[in-house]
């Protein structure tokens, strides 16, 4: 036991060591709390003015730059980077979308090439019996493209898998500035049923008087805001 401690924190595998047990602790964080880490990583990618495209720091894509917001569920399209771009890639984008950086999320990528970078190098090291020494060093270096060729291979299976969830799951529908009809009349703290239809859907949410207000089933409502514990939305009547 203390052999393998000793060799998985020796000077030449503490670094990748340390990485995986950050990681490690990164997804057990989000597994079990749900906590969402911002880290922010700009790829400049140049991108046809004609891809409706935006990129920017506040939102998760716009003008020249990514940012990976909750950058455990980002995933970037390579058709939105490849499709319509005119100008070559840089070598580093290539690198990106050849190795699955790009159309998978990047953090789950970046797991399992640290994890067989660290597991080639741990072995080779511990084979060679240079995990202490330079030419541990030289195994290190040389051992980063062979793991990310191995984690392409891995990881290029879930590319259907992730696709899948993508064209599965609805976005959520805006219903804030909506108007619907009302099932029937309310006034002051009594709630009623409201139906709208967003986006194709008919959608039954339940709803009280903005301001206490008589309502009639009749008048056509106005969708304001949500409440603060977000089970029902205050209405008022629209005249349009």
Not at 118 to 144: E, K, P, R
Not at 181 to 194: T, Y
Request: overall charge negative; aromatic content about 14%.
């Amino acid at each position: 036991m203390n052999g393998l401690i000793d060799l998985l924190f020796s000077p030449v595998n503490i670094i990748l060591t340390l990485l995986l047990i950050l990681l490690l602790v990164y997804w057990l964080f989000n597994m079990i709390t749900g906590l969402d880490f911002d880290v922010d990583i700009d790829v400049d990618i140049d991108i046809d003015a004609d891809i409706d495209i935006d990129i920017d720091a506040d939102t998760a894509i716009e003008g020249s730059n990514i940012d990976f917001q909750d950058i455990s569920n980002t995933e970037v399209d390579k058709e939105a980077v490849v499709g319509k771009n005119r100008t070559p890639l840089k070598w580093w984008q290539v690198v990106l979308i050849y190795f699955n950086f790009v159309e998978l999320p990047f953090m789950f990528t970046f797991t399992f090439w640290i994890f067989i970078w660290w597991l080639c190098t741990a072995i080779t090291t511990s084979i060679t019996h240079s995990y202490d020494n330079y030419i541990g060093y030289v195994i290190f270096l040389i051992l980063i493209l062979p793991s990310l060729i191995i984690s392409k291979i891995v990881t290029t299976p879930f590319k259907k898998f992730f696709k899948t969830i993508k064209q599965d799951g609805d976005p959520p529908i805006e219903v804030l500035g909506r108007t619907g009809k009302l099932n029937g009349s309310i006034e002051k703290d009594e709630m009623g049923l409201v139906e709208i239809v967003a986006k194709s859907k008919t959608l039954s949410i339940y709803a009280k008087s903005l301001d206490g207000s008589f309502i009639d089933a009749s008048k056509d409502i106005l969708i304001i805001k949500q409440s603060a514990d977000k089970n029902y939305y205050y209405i008022k009547t629209y005249n349009n």
